[in-house]
């Protein structure tokens, strides 16, 4: 019988906090995750030493002197803005056997089963899966449009796309390639570098569903739901947004929504 061969992915829960709730999330997201595929967690260690409870999760763990050991050039001096791709790659170097790895950060929920999100996107075979993926022209006063720079090389600002990467899968291979790029001396913000790059080197990227020109056939809105178009490229409606904060996720059901975070009041 032939044996059909099936990808191997890691799921990243990207956080720097051990709060009741984002240790809620991040076991949600283990428990629906199977053999052979791998939930980890991506822990900002910023203390000596992890607390008890969280050295029973087991988490890879990440400081500013590692990231900065790994010899890209971020365009500040810390994760944010724009870095958080740095985390990612220093797990891949480690464990460079998957062939897709998810990255989710800590105030990502979706209003489903994370298994049927995953499993719908097994079929599609592209190296780079985000939301909110738009063109220069659509937002052109976007803040991190100019943020992409090499020492000798360039790629015209109107041909440069952004997406929006609380949460996205990006492939081992596409993952070879930034960390070579990156090493060649590319930076920028990850939400223009990362689409940018993939897309203008032969990569094939592809949007959850949403809206706009990068989304496959029958996902129109069907993920989460963005915000509309507006040159300076603010995400501030919709499941998936910028801001303002979810207290808890929306009511509408298998859908991303971001960013969620309980308020103290």
């Not at 022209?137 to 997406?163: C, G, K, Q, T, Y």
């Not at 930034?178 to 032969?202: M, R």
Request: include cysteine; proline fraction near 5%.
């Amino acid at each position: 019988m032939l044996q059909v061969y099936r990808k191997k992915s890691a799921f990243l829960f990207l956080t720097d906090k051990e709060s009741d709730a984002v240790l809620k999330a991040f076991m949600e997201l283990r428990e629906a995750v199977m053999s052979p595929d791998r939930a980890c967690m991506l822990f900002h260690l910023k203390q000596e030493a992890l607390t008890p409870r969280m050295k029973e999760l087991d988490p890879f763990l990440f400081t500013y002197k590692s990231l900065l050991s790994l010899n890209y050039m971020p365009i500040a001096m810390d994760i944010i803005p724009g870095s958080n791709h740095f985390p990612l790659l220093q797990f891949f170097l480690k464990f460079p056997g998957y062939d897709h790895y998810w990255v989710i950060e800590d105030d990502v929920r979706f209003t489903g089963e994370w298994k049927y999100l995953f499993d719908y996107f097994n079929k599609y075979e592209h190296d780079f899966i985000s939301c909110h993926i738009r063109n220069f022209a659509h937002e052109p006063e976007w803040v991190w449009w100019s943020s992409l720079v090499h020492r000798s090389r360039s790629i015209p600002v109107d041909m440069r796309l952004r997406s929006f990467n609380p949460i996205y899968r990006i492939s081992r291979r596409a993952l070879h390639f930034v960390h070579h790029s990156l090493l060649d001396s590319w930076k920028g913000h990850h939400e223009v570098l990362l689409p940018t790059l993939l897309y203008h080197n032969g990569y094939k990227i592809l949007d959850f569903g949403g809206e706009g020109d990068f989304i496959a056939a029958g996902t129109d809105k069907k993920f989460y739901t963005s915000s509309c178009q507006d040159a300076k490229g603010i995400l501030n409606e919709g499941t998936m947004r910028f801001r303002p904060v979810w207290d808890t996720p929306g009511n509408e059901i298998d859908k991303l929504y971001h960013p969620v975070k309980r308020i103290a009041k």
